[in-house]
């Protein structure tokens, strides 16, 4: 996602949120995952996606008739993420259809507006109540 | 390690899994990824799986370190997958790599092969050398 994109019909904007690598959700994080303690494992940000606001966002875009699985994920890391960091995050949602799928891009800068990490998430949105996956 | 990689270098297998129920509720609490998906057998029922399915992303997790302990010389600069097949919770799988391409940045296809016929996790990493390796 650039900033400056503007944006296509259907989609819907999120954000900015603030997010951090904050020493506590790191650390559960890491636990969670195996890793070492001290280092912030590269599929950490994933984290920030379900921040309350934002899943709730997300949720909403999905819509009720729908659950969603997650069919690929890419994250592009531009500078190190470094513990007990601040940073903004926004992100840009488009629902597809043909299939039904749920498209999110993400980015998130420090305040001084350097660009830290990218990630996309697309989400295959199985239809519940009939047909096939329900 | 300062040897180069070449095109075709092997990463060393490494097992991932299985995961039991408690290390999905452990996931899926802190990611915050709490789909109902990973954690109701009902629902995983409807959705025609024998199990829960384990978060493709905790499946994504093993990535980096197995990268890092392979060549800790190398950062990862893009990180890239697609969730072909679920792995259930109870199964294991294991983890490979392949060096695709060499250039001025290095492309390594990851596998997290289950015991289904496609792939849990086909991924792609972009490595570069660490400032200063």
């Known amino acids: 996602m650039r900033a400056e994109r503007s944006l296509r019909p259907g989609e819907i904007v999120l954000g900015p949120f603030e997010v951090a690598t904050g020493a506590s959700e790191v650390q559960a994080f890491a636990t969670a995952v195996g890793a070492r303690a001290g280092e912030i494992p590269a599929t950490f940000p994933i984290v920030w996606l379900s921040a309350p606001a934002l899943k709730a966002a997300l949720r909403e875009a999905v819509g009720p008739d729908f659950l969603p699985v997650h069919e690929s994920q890419s994250f592009d890391y531009v500078r190190p993420l470094v513990p007990g960091a601040a940073l903004r995050m926004s992100a840009v949602a488009r629902r597809e259809s043909a299939p039904e799928r749920l498209v999110v891009e993400a980015e998130a800068t420090e305040f001084s507006g350097a660009r830290a990490l990218t990630m996309r998430v697309a989400l295959r949105l199985v239809p519940l109540g009939s047909g096939e996956g329900a | ?133």
């Open chain 2, 1 to 133: 390690m300062t040897n180069p990689l070449a095109r075709g270098d092997k990463m060393p297998e490494t097992p991932v899994g299985p995961f039991d129920v408690a290390a999905v509720a452990a996931y899926a609490a802190a990611s915050g990824d709490d789909n109902p998906l990973h954690l109701d057998p009902a629902l995983a029922a409807r959705a025609g799986f024998a199990a829960p399915p384990v978060h493709g992303m905790r499946l994504m997790a093993e990535i980096a370190p197995a990268l890092a302990a392979w060549r800790p010389d190398m950062a990862l600069k893009r990180l890239t997958g697609t969730f072909v097949e679920p792995l259930l919770i109870g199964e294991a799988a294991t983890l490979s790599g392949r060096v695709l391409r060499v250039d001025d940045e290095i492309l390594v296809r990851v596998t997290v092969q289950g015991p289904r016929r496609g792939p849990s996790l086909l991924a792609e990493a972009i490595l570069v050398p660490k400032e200063g390796a």
